[in-house]
Structure formats: C-alpha cells, structure tokens
C-alpha cells in the first residue's frame, strides 16, 4: 500500500462530525466540523466521506481514515452497536465508509480512541499500559498496550463503566438504577449527572458539578462530603482497574476530569484496596482535552509508516 501523506481522524458524535489532519509528529495540519445530520445515516456516511475529500483537497494528498464513534462494532455481524447516535446503530457502518471512501478504515468507539491519543503523544506518552477513562455523561474506558488498543474477541476491553462499584457501601446497595438494566453500576455513580443527583439526594440541593467543586473550595462542608464521596467511589472503582490490569498511567478525560483535587486525594485514597504494599501508578489528567476522540482515530494507523 502506498505511504499515506497523513493521517486523517474523524470523530462521528452525535451532534458533531469532526475531522482533524495529523503529520506524523502529531502536528494538526488541518481541523473541520460540521454538525451532524440528525438521523439520517445516508446523510452521515457521505457528510464524512465529504469531509474527507475535502481535507486531502486541501492538502494536496491522501491520508490513511480513522475513526471514533459512540458504540462498538459487533464482531459476530460487523454493525455498529450500543451508540446514542441511535441511526448508525444496525449499521455496517465500516463496510460503507470503505465504500464512500475508497480504502479500508479503521473505526473504534471514543473511550478508546482517549486512551490512544492520550498514550501515543498525550498523558500517558512513554507508558506500555494506559486505561483511559471518561468521565463525562457516561462513563467509558479503554486500554492501551504497547501503542495499540486492546479489543479482545467481544470488542469491549476496558468498558469497566458498566461493573458494579466495587466494595459498596450500605447506604450504595443497591444502587441508582442504570439504563443498562441493572442497578449500582460504576458509571451511575461516577458520570456528572450522578455526581449532581448524589449531591441533591444528601444535601437537599439541586447544584451542577462546578458549582459544587467551587463551594467546596470556599469551606461548604456539604459540597466537600459530596466530593469526598465522589473521590471514595473513583478510587474504589479504580483500585479494581489496578488490580486486574496494572496500568502505567491512568488518564481522566470528560468534564469530571476537570476537579484538580482528584489527581491527589484519589491516589492517597486507592491504596485501601489495591492488593499490593505499595501502588505506583500516576493518575494524570489528559492532555488533549476535546481533541482526545478525533486525534486518537488518526492514530488508530499507528504513529509510522
Ligand atoms: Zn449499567
């Protein structure tokens, strides 16, 4: 195959396709989004394939194409399953994009694209083993090693938000119901919206996240329990991850990544129920913030070559 000219990520969100250009230095040559068109899977097909054609237009050559959506492919019959862009689910979504577009691409859902932009040229630059986690809406993670993202034979490595919250508490049993079906799973704890329903259920009243993290910061006792509750549930949640794959690094991604305190108190908290004398893992906020989905997809044709 011929050396592409560059590598070409594109982030199919539900509300936003975004297309990014990197040089193999990781250096953005080139950025666009649209908005995405609401239902219509026809219409998202060949708005990326248009998008595309575009940025090799403008740039005067031809790019391998990765990339990032909400969802996972199904192995057993190649469609997208599991995405909130609900017309793209049922979809051969891959088959068709190689159609539109003339080559194979690769596709891979979002946490995981986090987690390889992250460990290519991010936060977790240099380290053989990186879980991303997004903490956002939802909650997502993936696994790198070595440079690649970790799949497995049900393509869902890394997707820890729908375990129950390890070592609960009386009060945690059984749980916020999920959308999954079950009650009490990691994600219905650690996403914004459970942070915001944990905080209004025991102080009584209704705050979004920065407005909780600012009172706290300001002596609030309340919002500074809700927070204390919160890093208590990331580090049990995490000291699991720590002790089935031992990551290097574990990165934070989603608007939850943003509490600074968590980069401190979750660590000196996760020993607790790490089984080992001592845990030298780093806990690091993400480097490319919103960038992660779309420069990870670039990366999903590795770094070289
Ligand atoms: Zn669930």
Redesign the pocket.
Known sequence: MQEPDFRLGIDLGGTKIEVIALDRAGRELLRQRVATPQGDYAATIATAARLVAEAERALGGRGSVGFGTPGSLSRASGRLRGSNSVCLNGQPIRDDLAAALGREVRIANDANCFALSEATDGAGTGARVVFGVILGTGVGGGIVVAGAVLEGPNGIAGEW??NPLPWPRDDERPGPP?????AG?I??WLCGPGFERDHRQAAGAALTVPAVVARAAAGDAACSATLGRYEDRLARALAHVINLLDPDVIVLGGGMSNIDRLYDRVPALWGQWVFSDRVDTRLVRHRHGDSSGVRGAAWLWGRAG
Not at 178 to 182: Q, T
């Open positions: 938000g729908h999920c959308y999954c079906g079950r799973c994600e219905t």
